[in-house]
């Protein structure tokens, strides 16, 4: 979770445990889309809400942080980009845009759009079609995918790409977003009915109550394991580095020097108010 300055290049020397991130993130996938949890996920609320925390924040946050862009030849890396004079590629260009453009509303619409995107598949008529069909579950995890990296985006590095916002904005976006995660599963457990009404409950086994009340302590723990990390060490790294409120103005203009770009505003470099 080594972040570096949101604004600098981070050195990717140091990430060789990425890989294995993705390597678990295709291990949760697989397991999550494949019996003995697909089937229970089917039949019983608890299941379904392990397999949907599983697609839509564990293999998410894994892809992310281990996502493979200069194998796939999208990064030359940040290192080699800034030392060796190799040429930028597209996600190198993409990293440098979100450098100079952190802006908090910009982060919001990705946050935004993953969590519209959660809050449809655990409505009761998505759940419901995945019960009955099964094959929805692919395009769940499709969707829960592409949209997760961008939410995971705006909180951990995934080299060449950085977060846009500094330490204390992150942890408090994680925040919030671990919010969102909790109420829908507290909506599920505090239910006074079948929230979930495609699942069957034989007599003398588990109660419908009971398996809301799993299926959200299940969801809730699998929030609180992810991000609370993220929160946590966003806290205590900008308690350590975060002290002067202009430090991330001063990174920019600092690159804009060593690139010799030119900066609007005065003559003696100063940036335009």
């Known amino acids: 979770m080594n972040d570096g300055a949101a604004g600098g290049r981070p050195d990717d020397r140091a990430d060789s445990w990425r890989p294995w991130c993705l390597a678990s993130a295709g291990l949760v996938a697989l397991l999550a889309l494949v019996p003995p949890l697909f089937t229970v996920a089917r039949q019983a609320g608890y299941a379904a809400a392990l397999q949907f925390a ?4 564990v293999v998410p946050a894994l892809v992310t942080v281990g996502a493979p862009w200069r194998s796939l030849h999208l990064s030359a890396g940040s290192t080699a980009v800034a030392t060796a004079g ?9 990293a440098e845009r979100r450098r100079r453009h ?16 959660v809050v449809a598949w655990h409505s009761p008529g998505s ?5 009955r069909h099964g094959w929805p579950a692919v395009l769940e995890a499709i969707t829960l995918l592409f949209f997760g990296v961008g939410l995971w985006l705006e909180l951990v590095r ?8 500094g330490h204390l904005r992150r942890a408090v976006l994680a925040a919030v977003i671990m919010w969102v995660f909790w109420i829908l599963a507290y909506i599920v457990g505090l239910s006074n009915h079948a929230f979930y009404p495609n699942f069957t409950h034989a007599p003398g086994g588990l109660s419908a109550a009971a398996d809301q009340q799993i299926a959200s302590a299940v969801s809730w723990f699998v929030a609180t394991v992810a991000f609370v990390p993220v929160i946590f060490w966003n806290a205590v790294m900008w308690l350590k580095t975060e002290e002067d409120p202009d ?9 804009e ?3 010799g770009t030119p900066l609007s505003g005065g003559g003696d470099g100063t940036p335009s108010p």
Do not use: Q, Y
């Open 247 to 255: 430090t991330e103005l001063m990174t920019l203009i600092r690159a």
């Open 102 to 117: 952190r802006e908090l509303p910009r982060s919001l619409v990705f946050i935004a759009l993953d969590l519209a995107v």
């Open 257 to 259: 020097r060593r690139r």
């Open 54 to 57: 599983l697609l839509a924040i």
């Open 127 to 131: 759940v419901g079609a995945v019960a």
């Open 158 to 165: 995934s080299p060449p790409l950085t977060p846009r916002s």
């Open 86 to 94: 190799a040429p930028e590629r597209v996600l190198d260009r993409v």
